[in-house]
């Protein structure tokens, strides 16, 4: 009961925006330069893909970690998880800084997000792992793609990009390390289609 209470808070907190670091934003200490209106607008719309990217990503750790049965996979996800919250609050906290919002289709993002996260759990932890390693892959490909469109000059963006770009290639390593499967070639494709429908939906809303 405490744990679904906990749960429950924490998804809440993701679908809100106001999720807490435990370490300080990658922006800190960097100062802010002038862009322009439609730049500063396109990186608002980017990082709200992000935020909804770690809206997911709690939701798919959280629905992992509810039904992973090995104990050190188990505490591999909790740790991921607490620095996906960290993404979560690093980069809502940079919309707010450039003035923009977040999607406003959080709710759904989380349930459709958790809802994998548990099937995925339920088919054991080599295929939750599976999932857990090219989902991560995934996200770190397409933040290597956002630092190719973000203003050079946005560097309090881009320094809070290519943090969890890098913390998301590490996921990715210790989901491999604690014997991932590797996802058969359809399930990567419509993992892709996925995650394109989200991030031109939330690109917008
Ligand atoms: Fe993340
Ligand atoms: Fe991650």
Redesign the pocket.
Known sequence: MDRLIVEFDRALRAVAGVAHASRPSPAEGISEKEIDEKERMHAVALMRV?HV??VC?QALYQGQALTARDPVARQALEQAAR??E???AWSAERIRELGGRLSLLNPLWYAGAFAIGAVAGALGDRWNLAFLAET?RQ?EEHLGGHLDELPPEDSRTRAVVEA?QA??AR?RASAIELGAAELPEPVKRAMRLASKVMTTVAYRV
Do not use: P, R
């Open positions: 992000n990217g770690e990503a620095e996906e960290d993404h979560l991560e996200v969890m913390d998301e996921h």
